[in-house]
């Protein structure tokens, strides 16, 4: 770097010394001709030795901060793809911002002292995508990036469809022997929601928040960003109506509400958007949510549609003022879809916390193909919902299960009273959506990781019920835009216990290899060591199903290029 900064130092010596001695003289314009047409101004006189200095002296800033010395006269940046890179030294790495949240993996419960799990449901896919960006190019996910609901809810498993619109939800369930724990027990559970026809689908008052900060300037940003609004355009109608607000250094409306069909004007306002300028995130959010308020139609799906990195850095950039802000707008009724984009940068945490906060779902999109999938093939389910603030609780017997551990669904814990309590906030389903969620459980007799208590032995109920119960299954749900709750039970039996992993369904065999393959990527610490991505591989390929886009065969080979890929050391893990 010292002989850099000499180099550097001296050259821009020379061409100071060299503009000092090569001033051209002012000449005076020629007159124009007499009757005819008038010259063009003269050309503004050329710089004074002064400012020809100070030029050189920006100049040679510029390749003191590291930029190359033809790059710097070219106004060319590094990492521009600029022949010129490397003629003073390399070029410095690009530095990784990425942010997630920092959380550990759930831990095992003892059912004799915490018989009852509870928590929110969640369908966002982001992390799938995320972890296969990595993947992709030979990298392994940071952990935090991994959320192991997401990997799941990423799929469809034809779980059986609830027979009436009335019943927004139809529960599957099923236990077998788990494939990473000796002596152990998967219990999957699958929850259905209804799917509107999409003739009957409710019109949209959709904005669609567009970051244009300089930050979305890369192939896999705004561009891409605008490739998928052109798919999401593809499924509008007349009856709909689309907002286009955009926000970079600052906020504006591009687009005022328009119908659906006029596609060509909805196009014309997306083909002119360029990406430069800082990101007032918040500012831009305002705007989308006054724009949706402004059109706000009770007969219509309200939502604003936010596609960004989320690197928000003037303005409102604090994570707790936007959870705040979208958690007070989620009163107004108008539904939130998060779609991320990019690397390098990537703002996850933020992502999560705008979905999870302000009524809301979120995915990452990576390639064409995934915007695709959320706003063509499953739109219905990205947009429109069926039910609101989603709960499940199980409550396991103490006489069949001595230990339970969720897996997934980190984010999403809820008090055991919170269940009950409809203002406690939860998770939307949209129409023809499923949730899937994953126990390992610990049978009576098993193998325990809780030392056995010597004052305690009284603390299971006295009444617990030893009928072949093994726990017994709520849901609490709401109608889109209701106040009040409504609830579904079911106990949870032998009868839907399978001797085998073999024996079990498509849908739990290939679910549990999600799971396994989740929990191998964060690295958790209750995996048999004998389990591996060969055994997810060999799981997934036999449980591929009727798998029409071929997402499934994906994952095997997302799952193979896991097993070659190298882990992030833990001080190089993003925060």
């Known amino acids: 770097m010292r002989v850099k900064s000499v180099c550097a130092s001296a050259f821009a010596l020379i061409l100071l010394l060299s503009a000092c001695s090569s001033a051209p003289p002012v000449t005076a314009p020629p ?8 010259l063009p101004p003269p050309p503004p006189p050329p710089p004074s030795v002064e400012a020809k200095s100070q030029d050189i002296l920006v100049t040679g800033a510029k390749i003191l901060e590291g930029q190359s010395i033809i790059g710097a006269f070219l106004g060319v940046r590094h990492g521009s793809g600029a022949i010129f890179g490397n003629i003073i030294g390399p070029r410095p790495p690009i530095q990784d911002t990425e942010r997630y949240r920092d959380v550990a993996p759930n831990s095992v419960k003892a059912v004799a002292t915490e018989p009852v799990s509870t928590f929110s449901i969640d369908v966002d896919t982001a992390s799938y995508g995320l972890v296969r960006s990595y993947l992709q190019k030979g990298a392994a996910p940071p952990r935090d990036g991994v959320r192991i609901e997401e990997l799941l809810n990423y799929f469809d498993y034809d779980y059986p469809l609830p027979s009436s619109r009335e019943d927004a939800f139809r529960p599957f369930i099923a236990m077998a022997p788990s494939p990473w724990g000796e002596g152990k027990t998967l219990l999957h559970i699958g929850l259905q929601g209804f799917a509107e026809p999409p003739r ?7 904005v669609l928040l567009l970051d244009v900060s ?16 052109q798919v999401l355009t593809e499924q509008l109608t007349a009856r709909d109506r689309v907002s286009i607000a955009v926000y970079a250094g600052a906020a504006g409306t591009v687009l005022e509400p328009t119908p659906g069909n006029e596609k060509a004007k909805i196009l014309a306002a997306l083909d002119g958007l360029k990406a430069g300028g800082s990101t007032a995130g918040g500012e831009g959010l305002a705007l989308a949510y006054s724009l949706a308020e402004r059109n706000f139609d009770r007969a219509s799906v309200n939502r604003v549609l936010i596609a960004t990195d989320g690197d928000f850095n003037v303005g409102v950039t604090s994570d707790q003022r936007l959870e705040d802000f979208v958690a007070g707008k989620r009163e107004t009724g108008i539904y939130l879809t998060v779609l991320g984009y990019g690397r390098g940068n990537y703002n996850d945490a933020l992502m999560q916390t705008l979905a999870q906060k302000g009524n809301g779902n979120a995915a990452y999109i990576d390639t064409l193909a995934e915007a695709r999938k959320v706003l063509h093939d499953e739109i219905q389910a990205s947009l429109f919902p069926i039910a609101d603030d989603v709960k499940i609780q199980v409550e396991f017997n103490p006489e069949q299960v001595a230990e339970y551990r969720l897996i997934g669904y980190e984010t999403r814990a809820l008090a055991r009273e919170d269940f009950a309590n409809d203002r406690v906030d939860a998770g939307e389903v949209g129409s023809g959506a499923s949730v899937t969620a994953i126990y390992e459980l610990t049978p009576i007799g098993g193998k325990t990781l809780f030392e056995p208590l010597r004052y305690q032995n009284g603390a299971r109920p006295a009444d617990a019920v030893n009928n072949g119960e093994i726990a017994f299954l709520r849901v609490r749900y709401k109608a889109p835009g209701g106040s009040a709750s409504r609830i ?3 106990p949870i039996t032998a009868k839907d216990s399978f001797a085998s992993l073999a024996a079990a369904p498509e849908a739990t065999r290939f679910a549990a290899a999600v799971a396994g393959y989740g929990q191998l990527l964060r690295g958790d610490p209750y995996l048999d060591k004998g389990f591996g991505y060969a055994k997810v591989i060999d799981l997934a390929n036999g449980a591929k199903g009727n798998d ?3 997402w499934r065969a994906e994952f095997v080979q997302l799952a193979r290029a896991a097993g070659a890929a190298k882990p992030l050391p833990a001080e190089d893990q993003p925060g």
Do not use: C, W
Request: net charge positive; proline share 14%.
């Open 200 to 206: 009957e689908r409710a019109p949209l008052n959709l």
């Open 31 to 38: 007159a124009s001709p007499p009757g005819g047409t008038p």
């Open 488 to 490: 579904y039970e079911r």
């Open 214 to 229: 300089g930050s979305m300037d890369a192939a896999n940003k705004l561009p891409l960003v605008k490739q998928s609004v």
């Open 548 to 550: 029409a886009f071929g």
